[in-house]
């Protein structure tokens, strides 16, 4: 099969239409990521689980930054949880993005992670943060278990970083 | 690390089982020369984790028997990724051990074949990253935590 090596301006500009619509709602990716037959996914008609998984991740960012209001004393700490937590997003929505198709070189980073545009409310308790966090690394390694190869790997190593998080940043 | 056993026969999930097999064997030999350079402060902690490798080296050992493969046995010696002379360079032994076999479980994870290897696998990943964890933030690494464990 011959392969264009020029690749054509339109399909480049298509791609950056739906790369631009992947990052302000990764939910537009869900249809087309559903359709892709990656080996992990179970049901094709089901939206990419890395989809929640990636928005989980951004919000347990946003709330380790917020939680910074409450315990400025712990920010260190919460600065790394909420860039971790945004590295994980990144590389959730990448493997998205290459499961739906897109060029993940021509996609732009996603939004940025750790600051909430709108008006928050009541700043979270490190408490509430944790809770957030166990559930997160409860379902990350559930998901995990479910999938298969580089996405189950990927799940497993958030898992073990969320882990870590709790255990040792928010000692 | 190059032992000539029958690996071409095994399939990827076990191959990587074998893989972290033998990460998990250098792991309690590495436990052994830590805890005998380390501060006798850290021999809590030090005996805990070595305890952990060798209950996952066992279970694994399980595992493979179970699905009729030949568990690898542990060397004879094992060459140190650096000099270990004193209680710091021990816990820095400890970080390194952690790291590789963070990077063996989570291969386990990518070609398991199965939900309960799988499971296992994650378990012993989040193991690995709390201990490599607590190594570092002893080490006064900043940060003591890392985005991606078991990423090479």
């Known amino acids: ?146 999938l298969s190869g580089y996405r189950a790997g990927l799940l497993g190593s958030i898992s073990a970083a969320v882990a870590a998080e709790q255990a040792v940043l928010l000692l | 690390m190059t032992s000539p056993s029958p690996t071409s026969s095994l399939g990827p999930e076990q191959q990587a089982l074998s893989d972290a097999l033998r990460a998990e064997h250098a792991a309690v030999y590495a436990y052994g020369l830590i805890a005998a350079f380390s501060n006798p402060a850290r021999i809590g902690d030090i005996t805990t984790d070595a305890a952990a490798h060798r209950a996952r080296r066992d279970a694994t050992i399980d595992a493979l028997t179970a699905a009729g493969v030949r568990a690898p046995a542990a060397e004879s010696g094992y060459t140190m990724p650096f000099p270990v002379v004193d209680p710091i360079s021990a816990i820095q032994l400890a970080a390194a051990v952690e790291a590789d076999t963070a990077v063996a479980w989570r291969s386990v994870i990518e070609r398991a074949e199965s939900e309960h290897t799988r499971q296992a696998a994650v378990d012993a990943l989040t193991e690995t990253a709390l201990r490599a964890a607590n190594w570092r933030a002893i080490l006064g690494t900043a940060p003591p935590t890392v985005p991606f464990p078991g990423q090479p």
Do not use: K, N, Y
């Open chain 1, 1 to 146: 099969m011959p392969v264009a090596v020029t690749p054509s301006p339109i399909s480049r500009r298509s791609a950056f239409r739906i790369a631009g619509a992947a990052s302000v709602g990764l939910t537009a990716l869900a249809l087309s990521a559903g359709c892709t037959s990656d080996s992990s996914d179970r049901d094709s008609s089901e939206p990419d689980p890395l989809i929640s998984a990636a928005e989980t991740a951004r919000r347990d960012a946003a709330t380790a930054t917020a939680a910074t209001a409450l315990a400025p004393e712990r920010a260190g700490a919460l600065s790394v949880i909420a860039s971790e937590r945004g590295a994980h997003a990144d590389a959730l929505s990448a493997e998205v993005a290459r499961a739906a198709g897109v060029d993940p070189t021509a996609m732009p980073s996603p939004s940025p992670t750790g600051s909430a545009t709108e008006p928050a409310p009541p700043p979270p308790t490190i408490d509430e943060l944790r809770t957030q966090l166990a559930t997160s690394q409860r379902d990350a390694a559930g998901l995990a278990r479910r």
